[in-house]
């Protein structure tokens, strides 16, 4: 009998996986049909997502928020905001010497 190398018959057969394999197969094809079962929602909820939030918090002096429901109140707020933003424009700010 030869020493070392390959011995024929041995190891496992060609096309066989392993019961580790096996159960992750499982599990993927288990994932893959609850996603699929969600697609509708998923895909909405990923739209709404990338296109941003579509309302506006305004917060009261108590620190409290609220949503503005009333395009009187939206307007408000921005002209609030802009009556205090006294910060001179980014390009007479100073920059850092690199």
């Given at each position: 009998m030869p020493r070392g190398g390959v011995r024929p018959g041995s190891g496992r057969k060609k096309g066989s996986k392993e019961?580790?394999?096996i159960d992750k197969e499982l599990k993927r094809e288990e994932l893959r049909k609850m996603?699929?079962?969600q697609?509708?929602?998923?895909t909405e909820a990923?739209?709404?997502?990338a296109q941003g939030v579509s309302y506006m918090v305004l917060?009261?002096?108590d620190?409290?928020?609220?949503?503005?429901t009333d395009v009187k109140q939206i307007d408000a707020a921005c002209a609030a905001g802009a009556k205090r933003a006294s910060c001179a424009p980014c390009s007479a700010v100073p920059q850092a010497a690199a």
């Open positions: 019961p580790q394999t996603i699929c079962a697609m509708q929602p998923m990923q739209i709404n997502h917060r009261a002096p620190g409290t928020f609220a949503r503005a």
